[in-house]
């Protein structure tokens, strides 16, 4: 049996009064590529925002590989949605690739040589260490989301969330992404996608988890991921929004 | 006084360089503090806790009948801080959006002190006239004992800004990954907040409350358009708003009227204007300069590959053709060719044209370049 990486229990969180997540129980083991589904204000980034703690839930806990989040903030990485920054913030890709190091470095210290060239591997993984010294508001959708990945790698953490990796990017960029991710899960990590493209999640990903303000299922793909999921997840709705 | 009476003057006249020194730093610290207000897109923040200071000014007043400005921007600072912390308050327990939460502020806060101001001015004591200073500021009251209040607040400030460098870039950035790493943001955020507070009060008694919030902007808009760096833009926005404090010092001295503050803020609207029409990357100027050149080049990048089609079509690539089969073409013109004939890659014979080798090769590449020209 598979160790346990995340466990989320009895989640639960509201921006207002109606909850957007309820009552989640949720395990992933270690070493899965994971695709989160689920339509539109499902409450896919919302859950990855609880578990990092961005979001504070109403009720629920959460626990990285037995203990607490806070305790193991070091083990998990964060790929946030590419559209919640402002590009034109003036700094350039490696700054931002860079700032996957603060977390390690801590209160006050800057980064350094070492920092300056875990960064560069992390650009060049991506296929976008020409990029290194460009404005970031003048790249492209895809690159800046290279860039988001790339930060997220020189973290080296043992558990990646990232939201929506595929957003806005060519099939090019998309097999140059998916490939790092099996790489990385073949290196043992666990990784965790919020994910649109049904077509690809066989192709992609060996487990899944469906989403639609309820926990609909979990498991490996092979497994659960049929029509009857897919119905539950995005059809029922579907239909009662076309009712009202 | 004219503007170079001035300059010789404000070496040796005593007041004048208080007043020149304090505007100076002024500008040069709400100008740093400025960029971390604009690109946290809080253009408004400033505004609202320059209003929320004014019934701090009042209260002050009230309780000591004291007039000195140390007293009253006391007052100032604790009214302001607590309009910052009831505007955090409410976009963190009520979901109002941001600039809802400060308008509300700001306008409580500023109607309330007006209020306070008026009763004040009602009381039958002498003593009262010249609070309403700090509704437009008044750069003559200046004494050095301001000027060094406000050099230590900036030297703190710059002190505590190195220090927090790397945290406060972050955060301006990416709040939510800031806090995925394990920093504590509500901490950063209240110092960056708290030093915008203390530079925004310390301003009042120069610029005023009305004026208060351009002196935070304007350099720090100005700065933008010309650097892509943070540090660089952080420097330039202190400069700039250095810049304006004495630029805007100089004049109003010149004019014997011109009260300082709104010169101040002209000055360094000035820089916004100026920045925003000049800068070579992000100017409208360069901008539509840029615009104009690359659609030039593009049509004579067209032509030339309309002519490089027609030339593969022969073996000799400097096979003449006749002028008149370009006119079919819709790029062309007189002065695009001569303009390919300037640059070699075109020869002219009578009535027929050829291209070169190197207009050859520049043809057969136009498409194939690759874009990454960095480095
Ligand atoms: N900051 C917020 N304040 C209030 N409500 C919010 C906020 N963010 C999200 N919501 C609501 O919470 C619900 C879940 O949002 P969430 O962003 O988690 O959905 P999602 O599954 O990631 O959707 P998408 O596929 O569009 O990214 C939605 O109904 C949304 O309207
Ligand atoms: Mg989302």
Known sequence: MKKIAVKVDDLTVAYNYKPVLWDIDLEIPEGVLMAIVGPNGAGKSTLIKAILGILKPIAGSVSIYGKSYEKQRQLVAYVPQKGSVDWDFPTTALDVVKMGTYGSLGWIKRPGQKEKKAALEALEKVGMLAFKNRQISQLSGGQQQRIFLARALVQNASIYFMDEPFQGVDATTEIAIINILKELRKAGKTVIVVHHDLQTVPEYFDWVTFLNVKKIATGPVKDIFNDDNLTKTYGINYKVSIQE | ?375
Request: include cysteine; hydrophobic fraction near 50%; proline fraction near 2%.
């Open chain 2, 1 to 375: 006084m004219d503007i170079q009476e001035y300059f010789s003057l404000v070496f040796s006249d005593y007041t004048l360089r208080t007043i020149t020194l304090g505007t100076a730093i002024l500008g040069a610290v709400t100008g740093m503090l400025g960029s971390f207000a604009v690109l946290r897109k809080q253009s408004l923040l400033g505004d609202a806790i320059s209003h929320a200071a004014l019934p701090g000014i009042a209260i002050a007043f009230l309780i000591t009948g004291a007039k000195d400005s140390n007293t009253l921007l006391f007052g100032a600072l604790i009214s302001g801080l607590i309009g910052t912390f009831w505007i955090r308050g409410i976009i963190t327990k009520t979901h109002l959006k941001s600039d809802t939460a400060l308008g509300l502020i700001l306008s409580l806060f500023f109607g309330f002190g007006m209020l306070l101001l008026t009763f004040i001015q009602k009381q039958p004591n002498a003593n009262q006239a010249g609070l309403d200073k700090y509704l437009f500021g008044q750069a003559a009251t200046l004494v050095v004992s301001d000027v060094w209040m406000m050099a230590i607040v900036t030297g703190l400030c710059l002190l505590v800004m190195l220090t927090f460098w790397k945290e406060f870039k972050i955060l301006l950035f990416d709040a939510d990954y800031t806090k995925t790493l394990g920093f504590n943001t509500k901490f950063i955020d209240i110092l960056i907040t708290s030093f915008i507070v203390l530079a925004i009060v310390l301003g009042l008694q120069t610029v005023g409350v009305v004026l208060m919030s351009a002196m935070l902007l304007a350099p720090a808009a100005a700065a933008r358009q010309w650097t892509n760096s943070l540090s660089v833009m952080v420097f330039l926005a202190a400069i700039f708003g250095a810049f304006s404090g004495v630029l805007g010092t100089a004049i109003s001295a010149s004019q014997n009227n011109l009260s300082t503050g709104p010169v101040i803020v002209l000055v360094a609207s000035v820089f916004v204007v100026f920045s925003f029409i000049f800068s070579p990357s992000r100017g409208l100027l360069f901008k539509q300069l840029r615009f104009i050149k690359n659609r030039r080049d593009l049509q004579l990048h067209k032509t030339l590959a309309f002519m490089h089609q027609i030339a593969a079509t022969h073996e000799d690539i400097s096979h003449p053709h006749a002028i008149k089969l370009l006119n079919s073409f819709q790029g062309y013109t007189k002065s695009t060719l001569q303009k390919l004939v300037d640059k070699d890659y075109v020869q002219l014979q009578g009535n027929m044209w050829s291209l070169t080798k190197i207009g050859f090769e520049t043809a057969a590449n136009l498409y194939t370049k690759q874009t990454t020209e960095d480095e």
